[in-house]
């Protein structure tokens, strides 16, 4: 059953689950854990059940993976049932030696039609080594490979609205996006601030206020507010954002990083502004999602080529200072805002 690894690998996923007839092996990696999780669940219920859950399901990680192990696990007949599960979380196939390598091979190009196999990676990078031909072909002949990545801002507003409405709370479609834009954007971190949210908030329709109060933006949605308001002339409010972050015990260093991460982007979208390209572009240049692109590419049109160009100067000069003086890095920070806002006083 030969498979290739495809953007529509979840929608054969979501299909196999839906007809209760899930392949023998699949591999599960990617940034979005909660869809990952959620699927494992889907599959465990279709597979196992709860009366004879402890003979037909078996997990293997780090400390207990070994190759005999998980052969007697693929083989198992299932006790009192039609099917059984093998979960294997963070191995490394590549990085294991040649002889369970080519053991592996064997075991997982003759999974009995009773046992689906699922290799996770959540913490472990999945990172094929192509030249290892051999397990290559055995793991993409034979099982699907599913990346969970990052929903795109449409589907995520979808969700964090459906998710509202099951704690019986509305929210408008603005404030769905606000809420993606100062989280990571990712359903396992959307889904804690959400129960948060409803928690907090006493009334039926969620504001803005509701989600400041309980909800602590990341570092790199606080940057880009404080850029904002360079780009707004409110500089006094650029600085209380700096201090704002400071106060939040955030490394100097982190904070200075996470500002250049953002004016190189802000500098790269400029450039394919001014050459007609869009934003489609720096999501793949800058390995960045849809809405924080369309941010971006908004956000660098109000800045001039040459404001863009002295803030990397300045950013170089304060990183250089930070790590190499015995200046105070929190100072140097504010330094560098006040150096900002008066570049962009000017134009």
Known sequence: MAKEQSS?????????????????????YGEEVFLMHHYLEQLRKILVDEVTESFNFHSLNSETFDILSFADAVENLPMMADRTMVLVDEIDLFKLSEDTRNKIVDVISDIPEYCTVVFTYETTPWKPDKRQKKLWDAINTNGVIVEFAKQNQRDLVNWITRHFASH????????????????????????????????????????????????????????????????????????????????????????????????????????????????????KLCGIADYPARKAMDAA???????????????????????????????????LILQLAEVARNG
């Open 168 to 283: 019986k709370k509305q929210i408008s479609s603005d404030l769905c996006t606000y809420l993606i834009d100062i989280t990571d954007g990712t359903m396992t971190s959307l889904s804690g601030e959400i129960s948060k949210i409803a928690a907090y908030s006493g009334a039926d329709t969620i504001t803005r206020s509701d989600i400041d109060a309980v909800t602590e933006p990341v570092l790199d949605a606080v940057v880009f507010r404080m850029t904002d308001y360079l780009s707004a002339g409110e500089y006094g409010k650029a600085l209380q954002t700096l201090q704002k972050l400071l106060k939040m015990q955030q490394e100097p260093i982190a904070i200075l990083g996470a500002i250049g991460g953002h004016f190189r982007r802000l500098s790269t979208a400029r450039t394919l502004s001014e050459n007609g390209r869009g934003y489609g572009e720096l999501m």
């Open 301 to 335: 049109r109000r800045f001039s080529p040459k404001f863009c160009a002295k803030a990397a100067e300045l950013i170089i000069e304060t990183d250089y200072r930070m790590k190499t003086s015995y200046d105070d890095p929190e100072r140097l920070l504010e330094m």
């Open 8 to 28: 529509d690998a979840l929608q054969r996923l979501k299909t196999a689950i839906q007809k209760q007839n899930p392949e023998r092996l699949y591999v599960f």
